[in-house]
């Protein structure tokens, strides 16, 4: 092998190690490629988490307003109450001050219940999906028993509207 010989070796060896580096930089660039869109879906999924973790702080917000309202409606109408029965209960008969008693107690726990009601979240603090179901569902188990007391101390005539 002469001269001629050693340098087609050296030029066909250098195509060779040439086209192997060509398909290791083709790879890392779909590497590269595939990296940039993991990023680009990881921060579109961050995003998606802070404007659900925003909507959530909003709906806490929301359900925190509407607690407060309840509890100072409740605390009214237990004043009411006792400014309303105070001077008509010596001509009750026994039943109705039975009546008015317990629908008073009713009330009673019902304030209590809601005024007892952890409704503290911080911007910190974004109440769980589960944990939202259930303060919404206690605030209608509240709203719907307190308006019933309501009806129910109406149509026997303990409140005058």
Known sequence: MGLTGIIILIIWFGRKVAKKKD??????????????????????????????????????????KQIVSLQLDCKNLSESLSKNISGEIGSLTKEERSLVKKRLSRLDKLCKDIFLFPNKTTANQVPSKLQMEIIADMRSEHSLEYYDLIIDLYSDGFLNF
């Open 23 to 64: 398909s290791e930089i083709s790879s890392l660039s779909e590497q590269t490629e595939l990296l940039r869109i993991d990023v680009k879906n990881l921060t579109d999924d961050n995003n998606l988490l802070r404007l659900d973790r925003l909507s959530a702080i909003e709906k806490a917000d929301e359900l925190k």
